[in-house]
């Protein structure tokens, strides 16, 4: 049987632009065969037939009547021409009278029944043409969704180079999706035919639609094997958003979904009238009622009914429905009202959103393995982006000795190149598999790679496995990483699938000694600190200071190499001797890996939890019923059967509730910042349009009005005695910040393009180098910028010891601290013989009357994942809800005095880490804070506080 399907490619044109002189790629999309002049640009459709077991692509009788009605329709056009010429070089020859001359009068009547018939034919043909041309135009909307498709394909390497693909690569998975249809419809014959009747025989709309479907399945499916966890969901978005603006322009228009992408534009300058609603919240809402007559009342609703103030501090507001008469908006409506008002839960808003509108596989693909990428190969070559944890070479050699037998050939990146060269050419022409492990640690091997595997003599049996970092993707070859079928090979975000993974590996150590069920017992032990470690990763800096960490194989084979070692060296009757199995796995052999006190100390509070008495003779452990002697398929088992919720999966990964709340607000950020990087190709509907007047006269106007807000003059430092080291350390601050006022303003207006972080919301890293950090939008930053300069102009109007210090607005708290340690030491102390005595006192800010002796008042430090409590004057455990008050410590007083013999705080007493922002880059100081938990309880849940104030 045969049927009509169809293809999708995209050609670029490149044309010249009058206006600007200069060449502009401008992309045509169209339907086209493979072997078509590349001066052309038309649509064609395949006909796929199948001929005994081979399936064949060829054009159909449809095209084909086409192009013989247009060869047809030129050949009369030239017979015409000839005639007319022949009878007009007759007419100027003829001699005496024309209707005289008998040969010529038949030659005339001749001529226009020749005419006549042309004409007529000529007719008829361009009518032919024009039916087919309708029903061709039935197929153009699955051209426009696979040229969209194309487009956001391509917009991934904006997000990480890791993510280049080639157009061959895309045509070789629409191949397959192709082919994989036929066989299906002819599979179910009976039931397309009973559709296609049903249908009054528009059998082109029909297929157009199912395809459209499929295909933009496949691409999704291929596309998200090779992506980062963080980024599926970016892609998912990205990819529903594009499709319903594109073809659905009147319900998402896309001034709504760019609103819904990046957010409102920044501050109204309205005053925020709303006490329980943060003022970028309030101006969020805003600028959503200016632009659409939708929310027309939106914000007078707001101020009007306390109703709103409930549905805010919901803890899953995206399950039910608006207050009010508003209950009755569209689920797209309801995505801007959570943008604005709740943005922590756009992820899981969204993911509901694409269920309904997609399906549900476009939220929860599902987990593509080595070997199920292996087995359906689209290129010669396949890189698999190594996740950390994971070792994807023992699954690569695996399945090769399972499903192909032959020998694998190894490669060291290491040895000679040209030797590595000739290895993997003579391998490429006889036909096998090569693999290149860590292929980032050699970048210069894989450009002569390049020769090799565009040998047309290449065999097809020829398949190279590469192994290489994300992180250093940028250095590898573009052709190489485009034309590569790609996997990454992530760690789980769930605690359970780890737990899994884990102990297929570390169960294969459980070998014949005389304590096997103690050896099973505490393997297991290590399993479980092992999966809580790379758990904790996914929670950045959160889980870990400076996350993640490259927890490896190696890392459980030698620790299960000391658990081995310290049974077989004790007696059968001896007990485990905890601290030194601790202190040899736990510090040594992870704990190596730390870069911060802060992650090591998080490390030794994991080990103590885990490798205890306890865990080891109780059988409850993590609600995991473990028998002592149960044996390795009994322990799998067990894991595997395990119904945790959300809840404890976070519980059992050393965290607290809170961290569910910022787990939410981490995605949320990451979903930002991925789409505004995608945004110019989401909610277009003609992706072909360069970038217009009027996007760069609105990015012209935001540039000029951050200069507008910048202050005119600088702050006068220059007759202020600066004898006293504490005005003299105020001097200084005034003069960075004179500095950084004047390098922000030289940078918007010594440029003749426009800085590309403007679109975006983004800080230039060369502000916060030379500025100061921060974790929020450029908006925020600039802000943040016009308060410091504010404050200190205020001081420098009069220079004295200010009361309090608002150390969130200082330029450089770290110096700052110092400078104020040396102004309070007396002598004959040094600088390493003083450290701060802190003091947390009761009163506000405003209500101290002087400033410290022999210190200082500091405020503006916010605490994270933990709260002030003023009743129990401590920190306490945070509620983890959006509204959470007194996230804020009161004054603080630091007075200088000397070091004691006895360091060690008071067990009272917690080291909380201070933190210049909340992405926990720079570590300020550690703040002795009174706790009445164990400390070992912040630091696992990852409690500290930042100088950053709330966006």
């Not at 056009?77 to 038949?106: C, F």
């Not at 059998?203 to 459209?212: K, N, W």
């Amino acid at each position: 049987m045969e049927k009509t399907l169809f293809f999708f490619f995209i050609r670029f044109v490149k044309r010249k632009n009058k206006r600007k002189g200069e060449g502009v790629w401008e992309k045509k999309f169209c339907l086209m065969e493979e072997d078509v002049p590349s001066s052309s640009s038309f649509l064609t459709f395949l006909k796929v037939r199948r001929k005994g077991g081979e399936v064949e692509v060829a054009s159909p009788p449809t095209e084909q009547a086409r192009q013989s009605l247009k060869k047809e329709a030129n050949q009369r056009t030239i017979d015409m021409r000839k005639a007319e010429q022949e009878l007009l070089h007759k007419l100027s020859t003829a001699e005496g009278e024309l209707l005289d001359n008998p040969e010529l009068v038949a030659s005339l009547n001749c001529m226009k029944q020749e005419t006549s018939r042309m004409e007529e034919a000529l007719q008829q043909a361009i009518e032919a043409q024009q039916k087919i041309s309708q029903q061709r135009d039935r197929y153009r909307a699955a051209t426009g969704r696979g040229a969209l498709l194309f487009m956001q394909v391509q917009a991934l390497e904006r997000l990480n180079p890791m993510y280049a693909f080639s157009i061959d690569m895309y045509i070789q998975v629409f191949k397959d999706t192709l082919l994989t249809s036929v066989e299906r419809q002819e599979d179910d014959c009976d039931a397309f035919e009973a559709h296609r009747k049903g249908m009054a025989g528009d059998v082109i709309a029909l297929l157009a639609s199912e395809f459209s479907a499929v295909a933009t399945q496949a691409v999704f499916l291929h596309i998200v094997a090779g992506l980062k966890r963080e980024d599926k969901l970016v892609f998912s978005v990205a990819l529903c958003l594009s499709i319903l603006g594109h073809e659905r322009p009147n319900e998402f228009p896309p001034e709504l979904l760019a609103f819904l992408l990046k957010g409102p534009p920044g501050s109204t300058n309205t005053p925020n009238c709303i006490p329980w609603l943060p003022d970028d919240k309030w101006d969020a809402c805003l600028s959503l009622e200016q632009r659409s007559p939708v929310f027309k009342g939106f914000t007078g609703d707001l101020l009007a009914h306390t109703r709103w103030n409930q549905w805010y501090g919901l803890a899953t507001p995206e399950l039910e429905g608006l207050p009010g008469e508003w209950q009755s908006v569209t689920s797209f409506h309801k995505l801007l009202v959570l943008r604005c008002l709740r943005p922590d839960r756009m992820p899981i808003a969204l993911e509901n959103f694409m269920r309904t509108e997609l399906g549900p596989i476009y939220v929860d693909p599902p987990q593509q393995g080595i070997g199920e990428v292996l087995s359906r190969p689209k290129s010669h070559t396949v890189i698999l982006w190594s996740g950390l944890g994971n070792d994807p070479l023992s699954a690569v050699k695996a399945y090769h000795s399972a499903k192909i037998g032959s020998s694998l050939v190894s490669i060291d990146v290491h040895d000679e190149l040209n030797d590595n060269v000739d290895s993997i050419s003579r391998v490429a022409l006889k036909g096998g598999w090569c693999v290149l492990d860590s292929v980032h640690l050699a970048p210069e091997l894989l450009p002569l790679l390049s020769p090799v595997l565009g040998n047309s003599e290449i065999s097809p049996r020829f398949l190279m496995v590469l192994t290489a970092d994300p992180a250093c993707a940028s250095e590898l070859p573009v052709n190489i990483v485009r034309g590569s079928m790609k996997l990454t090979t992530d760690t789980s975000c769930s605690l359970k699938p780890i737990l899994q993974t884990t102990w297929d590996v570390a169960s294969q150590y459980c070998t014949s000694i005389t304590r096997q069920g103690e050896l099973r017992r505490l393997l297991f032990l290590l399993t479980y600190f092992h999966a809580v470690c790379l758990r904790r990763n996914i929670f950045l800096r959160r889980g870990f200071v400076n996350a993640p960490y490259a927890f490896g194989s190696s890392d459980l084979s030698t620790s299960r190499h000391v658990i081995q070692m310290l049974l077989q060296q004790t007696a059968s009757n001896t007990q485990i001797h905890w601290s030194d199995l601790r202190e040899m796995v736990v510090t040594e052999i992870y704990g190596a890996l730390c870069t911060s006190d802060t992650d090591l100390e998080i490390i030794k509070s994991i080990g103590e939890s885990i490798f205890s008495e306890h865990n080891m003779t109780h059988s409850d452990f993590c609600r995991l019923p473990l028998e002592m002697n149960a044996d390795a398929q009994e322990i799998q088992q067990t894991i595997s059967g395990a119904e945790w919720s959300a809840e404890d999966d976070v519980k059992y990964s050393m965290l607290d509730a809170t961290s569910i709340t910022e787990m939410h607000q981490i995605r949320s950020v990451q979903l930002c910042e991925g789409l505004r990087k995608l945004e110019h190709d989401i909610g277009r509907q003609q992706p072909d349009t360069p970038d217009n007047d009027h996007e760069r006269h609105a990015r012209r106007a935001k540039q000029s009005d951050i200069i507008k807000q910048l202050p005119t003059t600088p702050i006068d430092v220059s007759n202020i005695n600066t004898s006293n080291i504490i005005i003299s350390t105020w001097v200084q601050e005034a003069s960075y910040c004179n500095a950084v006022v004047e390098m922000v303003r030289n940078d918007l207006t010594d440029r003749d393009d426009v800085l590309p972080e403007l679109l975006t919301d983004d800080v230039p890293q060369k502000w916060i180098s030379r500025g100061f950090e921060t974790s929020h939008g450029l908006a925020s930053w600039i802000q943040s910028l016009l308060q410091r300069d504010l404050l200190l102009r205020n001081w420098s109007a009069n220079p004295q010891v200010p009361r309090v210090v608002m150390i969130h607005l200082v330029f450089r708290p770290k110096s700052f601290l110092v400078n104020m340690l040396i102004a309070g030491m007396k002598p004959p102390l040094t600088l390493d013989a003083c450290h701060f005595d802190v003091e947390i006192l009761k009163k506000s800010a405003d209500k101290v009357g002087a400033p410290a002796r022999n210190g200082v008042h500091i405020w503006g430090m916010r605490l994270l994942l933990c709260k002030w409590s003023s009743v129990a004057q401590a920190i306490d455990q945070s509620s983890g809800t959006v509204v959470d008050g007194n996230s804020c410590l009161p004054v603080i007083t630091l007075r200088v005095c000397e070091k004691s013999g006895d360091d060690d705080h008071s067990p009272e007493l917690w080291s909380c880490p201070v933190y210049s922002t909340a992405s926990r880059r720079t570590l300020v100081m550690k703040l002795p804070i009174p706790s009445k938990k164990a400390t070992s309880f912040w630091t696992l849940v990852g409690a500290c506080a930042v100088l950053e104030s709330a966006a």
